[in-house]
C-alpha cells in the first residue's frame, strides 16, 4: 500500500480513507448503514435546507440488483461484491423562508457533496469503505428508483470491508492502493485566483 503523507497537521482519519474496490464477502447490517446514513444527516447546508436524499440497496436484495444494472460493466465487475450500493441524490429547488415559489439552490449539490463525505467518513471511520461511483447510467438509475424530475442523481457509493485485490478483475488489481493529493500550493492560494 502507498503512503500517504499530509504537509500540514490533520487528523489522521483523512489519510486513512480511501477508496478501495476489492470487498470481501461481509454482510452489512441495515442498522449499521443507517448509522452512516446518520452523520450524513448532519453535514451543513446552506440555509438547512438539506437537499440530499439516499436511496440505498443491501447486496442480495432486488434493490441492490436494480443500482447494480445501471453502472457500467468495469463497475459492475467489482461492485457486485459491496455489501451495500447507496445512490446519491440531490433536490435542485427549494422553498425560502417566507416564500411560497420554489426556486433553484444554486448549492444543491454542493451540499449534496458534504452529506455524502460525511457518510463516507463515518463509514471509514466504523472500519468500511467507501467507493464513489461516477460510471452508470443516471437516466436509467433514475427511471429504476422513481426519482422525480426536480431532483438529480449524482453519483452511487459502493461500501464494503476492504478484500484482496485478488478478487478484483486483473486489469483493476494494480489500482487497488490509495491515490495521492496534489500539493496544497496547486490547490489553496492566497488573495486572488493563482494557478495555471
Given at each position: ?6 504537509h ?7 489519510l ?40 440505498y440497496?443491501?447486496?442480495g ?14 463497475n ?6 459491496a ?13 425560502p ?91 489553496a ?8
Amino acid at each position: 500500500m502507498s503512503e500517504r503523507e499530509s504537509h500540514h497537521p490533520i487528523d489522521p482519519q483523512f489519510l486513512q480513507r480511501w477508496s478501495p474496490r476489492a470487498f470481501t464477502d461481509e454482510r452489512l447490517d441495515e442498522a449499521t448503514l443507517l448509522t452512516f446514513l446518520e452523520a450524513a444527516r448532519w453535514a451543513p447546508s446552506g440555509f438547512n435546507a438539506q437537499p440530499w436524499r439516499f436511496v440505498y440497496a443491501l447486496r442480495g436484495t432486488p434493490g441492490f440488483a436494480n443500482i447494480l444494472a445501471t453502472l457500467s460493466p468495469t463497475n459492475q465487475s467489482w461492485a457486485q461484491r459491496a455489501a451495500a450500493l447507496v445512490t446519491v441524490i440531490s433536490q435542485q429547488r427549494w422553498t425560502p423562508p417566507g416564500q411560497d415559489t420554489p426556486k433553484l439552490n444554486g448549492m444543491h449539490a454542493f451540499d449534496t457533496g458534504a452529506a455524502s463525505a460525511y457518510m463516507k467518513l463515518q463509514a471509514s471511520l466504523s472500519g468500511w469503505h467507501a467507493h464513489t461511483v461516477g460510471g452508470f447510467d443516471r437516466e436509467a438509475l433514475g427511471r429504476n428508483l422513481a426519482v422525480p424530475e426536480d431532483f438529480v442523481v449524482q453519483v452511487v457509493v459502493a461500501l464494503g470491508r476492504r478484500g484482496d485485490r485478488s478478487l478484483l478483475p486483473e486489469a483493476l488489481q494494480a489500482r487497488e492502493q490509495p491515490s495521492t493529493r496534489l500539493p496544497l500550493a496547486s490547490l489553496a492560494a492566497a488573495d486572488r485566483f493563482g494557478f495555471s
